[in-house]
C-alpha cells in the first residue's frame, strides 16, 4: 500500500515538475521585487537611485553662535581670533555682507535652515517650529543622505523642532562649567566645544559609502549667562588681556558678583572702561577657543579624505553688542548684532577665494545650496539663490535685508543701569528681582492706520502677530544704503540712517528724511503682509525643569 502510494506521489510530481519550477521562478520574483521595494522604502538603495539627480558631495554645516563678522582675521580682524576660519576661507567663497534675520538663537537658525523670514516659519518661544516647514537637512534625507547634527543650547532641541530631517540629533554636549579663570560657576550650564568635538568627530569614521549632512553646532562665543563673560580656559582666557585684575574677576572668584558688585561695570568711568576691556577680551578668548575645536573638526575631515567631497559651510547666528549703542549683548537691530560671517567652501575648493561683496541674508543660503546640488526647492522660501553673484552675475540683484527682533528676555544691559540704581539694588541677592525689561506698548492708534492703509484681503491678524512678537517688538529693513529700523513704541523711537556715510549707525537722520522713512516703513508692512503664517503653528514645547533652568541660567527668561 505503501509502495502504491509513493509511486503516485512520485509519478504527481514528475507530471507537475515543470509547473513546480515555474511557479518558483515566479514566486523568486516577486520576492525579489519585495526586498527592492522594500529597500526602496527603508532608504537602503534611496541614495544610490536619487543621487544621480543631484551633486555626489556631503555637507558640513558648521555654526558658531553669536559670531561677528569683524572679529574673524578673514574679515580683516587684526588680532589672532581664528587661524582655523582663516585657512579655510582661502578655500572658500567670502560674503562680505552678510546678515542675519534675528538676534536670537533659535529664530535666527531656523532662518537660516528654512530659507523663511521669522514671521514665516513661524518659531516663537511659546510655538515651536511646525512640521510643514521644510529644513536643509529634509531636502538631503529625501536623497537619501545620514543626516547627523549635534548642537550645544536648550535653543535648538527637538522640543522647538530642529530636529526635523535628522537621523541623528545630539544633545548631549552639556559639561561643566567653568569661568575664565577655572573656577566654577554657579549655572554648571556651558556646553563647552570640546564636548561638542566628543560628540561630532565619530560622526565622520561611519562605514558605508552614503553621503552626508552634518550640523555642528558651537556655544561658546556665547556669554556665560546674564553676565558678560565668555568661556575658554587657559591659554585662551588670558590670550587677549593677561594683566586684567579688576572686579569682574574677584566677584567671580567668590561667585558674588550680584552680592559684592551690583555694579559689575564699574563705577567710575575708568574702571568702566577696563571692565569693557576686559569683557571684550575675553569674548575673542571665546572665538580662539571655539576656533581651534574647529580646526580639529576640520582636521578630522582631511583625514578621513573628505575634504574635496564635502561643502562646508560656516554660519552664525547673531553678532553681540558691546555697547556701541548702549546695551550689551544681543538684543537690538544694529549691525553688530546683525552683521556674521558667511564662508562656504564648494568641494573640490571651487570658486575658491572668491569674495561677494553684495549684501545678502540668511534665508539665501538654503536657496544657494538647493541650486548648487541641483535640488528642486518646494516653492516656499523667501530667500534667493546666491550662487548668481558667485559667477559674478551681480546686475540684477537687489541689496535688501529684512530682520525681526523676536527675543522675550529679562536682559536688556543698559551701560548706566546700575550706576543709576546701585544704591536701591546694594541688597538685591537674588537676580530674579532685578528687572531689567523696559516696558515696551504698540502705539494702538498708528497700529491702526498702518493695518487701514494694507491691501484688501489682507490677513491682518497675522501681521499683527507678527508685529507683536516678543517683548522688544522691533523691524529692521535695509535697502542698499538706507536702513530703517522700526519700533512700537510710545516715544516715536523710529530710526533711519544713511550707512554710506554712517557705518555705525550713530546720526539717526529720521528727522531730515520723512518721506524716505515712510517708504521704508511702508515697504516693512508689505513685506509682512506677503509672509505666510503656518497652518499649523499650534504646538508647545514641553521644557524640563532642568532645560528650564538652562535658558534661565543663560538670562533669557526669568
Known sequence: MHHKIHHKLKAHYHRHKKKIKVSAAVIAAIAACLVVALAFSSGIFQSQAQAKEIKPYNVLLISIDTLRADRVGAFGYDRNTTPSLDALAKESVIFENYYAQAPFTPVSHMSTLSGLYPESHGFTPETPVPDSVKTMPEYFKDFGYYTAAVVSTVWLYPQYGFAQGFDKFDTSTRGPQKNLRGNAYTTERVMRSDYVNREALPLFDRNGLQDFFYFVHYYDVHSDGPLPLYYSPKPYSEMFYPEYDGNLYRCFLREKCFEEYIHPFGSTPEEQAENFKYIEASYDGGIAYTDAHVGELLQKVKDRN????????????????????????????????????????????????????????????????????????????????????????????????????????????????????????????????????????????????????????????????????????????????????????????????????????????IRENPEIAKDMRRRIMLILAGQKMPSDAEKVPELSQDQLDELKALGYIN
Open 306 to 509: 573628505l575634504w574635496d567631497s564635502t561643502m562646508i559651510i560656516v554660519i552664525a547666528d547673531h553678532g553681540e553688542e558691546f555697547f556701541e549703542h548702549g546695551q550689551w549683548n544681543h538684543q537690538q537691530l544694529y549691525n553688530e548684532s546683525l552683521h556674521i560671517p558667511l564662508l562656504i567652501k564648494f568641494p573640490n575648493s571651487e570658486h575658491a577665494g572668491e569674495k561677494v561683496e553684495k549684501i545678502v541674508q540668511s534665508i539665501d543660503l538654503l536657496p544657494t545650496v538647493l541650486e548648487y546640488f541641483g535640488i528642486a526647492p518646494d516653492g516656499n522660501q523667501e530667500g534667493k539663490s546666491m550662487m548668481p553673484l558667485i559667477r559674478g552675475e551681480n546686475e540684477s540683484w537687489d541689496e535688501m535685508v529684512f530682520s525681526s527682533n523676536t527675543r522675550r528676555t529679562p536682559w536688556s544691559f543698559d551701560q548706566n543701569f546700575f550706576l543709576k540704581y546701585q544704591d536701591a539694588l546694594r541688597n538685591v541677592n537674588d537676580v530674579d528681582q532685578i528687572k531689567f525689561k523696559r516696558p515696551v506698548r504698540a502705539v494702538r492708534s498708528d497700529l491702526k492706520d498702518l493695518m487701514r492703509a494694507l491691501p484688501e484681503g489682507t490677513d491682518k491678524n497675522s501681521i499683527m502677530r507678527g508685529l507683536s512678537i516678543g517683548a522688544f517688538p522691533e523691524k529692521s529693513l535695509r535697502i542698499g544704503d538706507w536702513k530703517y529700523i522700526m519700533r512700537f513704541r510710545e516715544n516715536n523711537a523710529d530710526e533711519l540712517y544713511d550707512l554710506a556715510k554712517d557705518p555705525e549707525e550713530k546720526a539717526n537722520i
